[in-house]
């Protein structure tokens, strides 16, 4: 499954970095991009994977989800 959506407060590579190596650590994730320019994260993962995962790994490294 492919899961996309734009992720608000990063400003440099260094937290594109950090939300995606936050995103990479839920299990069930394959691939992710983060793109600082568009703000656009871009994540392949398995069936199993929730958007509240991948929205929980993204608060918890600081960053938001926009709504």
Not at 23 to 30: H, M, R, S, T
Not at 42 to 55: Q, R, S
Request: positive net charge.
């Amino acid at each position: 499954m492919k899961t996309t959506f734009f992720v608000d407060g990063m400003s440099c590579e260094h937290c594109v970095k950090h939300v995606t190596d936050a995103l990479k650590a839920v299990d069930g994730v394959k691939k992710v991009k983060v793109n600082l320019k568009t703000r656009k994260a871009e994540i392949d993962h398995a069936d199993g994977v929730t958007l509240d995962a991948l929205k929980a790994a993204v608060s918890g490294a600081g960053f938001q989800v926009a709504a």
